[in-house]
């Protein structure tokens, strides 16, 4: 069921972020769904175009990205105030100045992130089992190894409050919801004391 949110006729985002195979998309859909925001997905984006300039190499798997993480961008400056978006992306991917920038041209007021933590034998492991689940040019199995290191290393953008969930544990829907209200994305007519976030279970 729908909630409905109030955000002081501010523009927010919710910023789901973590690296390939690390559960994101799992967690966004559960977020867009319960509470009925929009939802934005990078990988979403790029798909339709790669299978429409197929083959797709290493990097022109790399300029679509950037260019459907410039349209997410796009798409979120012109939406009306009041709006909130829940965004799927590794956003690592492209350097933290680059999302505050995208952040200010889209007149955003408020971002929460949700990070994803795995460890790098975890999302070898996952994204090894999803080949053959991948749209065509997707990074193959040659990526593992480097994932596997990419994640051991990579750290939130951290450009808002920050709720880590741990990929090893079970998800807990109810938590996010609450912690989601303690910053500022309150139910209407609800009302409740900000408390500190804490580090929450996941699973993909």
């Given at each position: ?6 955000t002081n006729g501010n523009k927010c985002v919710i910023l789901v972020n973590g690296v390939p195979a690390s559960g994101k998309s799992t967690v966004a859909r559960h977020i867009a769904e319960r509470f009925g925001f929009p939802y934005l997905t990078i990988d979403g984006i790029k798909e339709p175009f790669m299978e429409l300039f197929a083959p797709v190499d290493r990097q022109l ?144």
């Open positions: 069921m729908s909630a409905a949110f109030s798997n790399r300029d679509i990205g950037r260019a459907a993480y410039q349209t997410i961008w796009s798409i979120v400056a012109h939406a009306p105030a009041n709006c909130v978006y829940v965004i799927d992306a590794w956003f690592g991917f492209q350097p933290r100045s680059e999302l505050q920038r995208y952040l200010q041209q889209a007149g955003i007021a408020h971002v929460v992130e949700i990070w994803n933590q795995i460890s790098g034998d975890l999302a070898a492991e996952r994204y090894a089992s999803r080949l053959h689940q991948r749209a065509d040019g997707h990074p193959g199995a040659e990526y593992v190894p480097e994932l596997r290191q990419l994640a051991e290393r990579a750290t939130p953008m951290a450009l808002g409050p920050v709720l880590t969930l741990d990929q090893s544990q079970p998800l807990s829907l109810p938590h996010i919801e609450r912690w989601l209200q303690t910053h500022h994305l309150q139910p209407v007519h609800a009302h409740s004391e900000r408390r500190p976030a804490a580090a929450l279970g996941a699973r993909d």
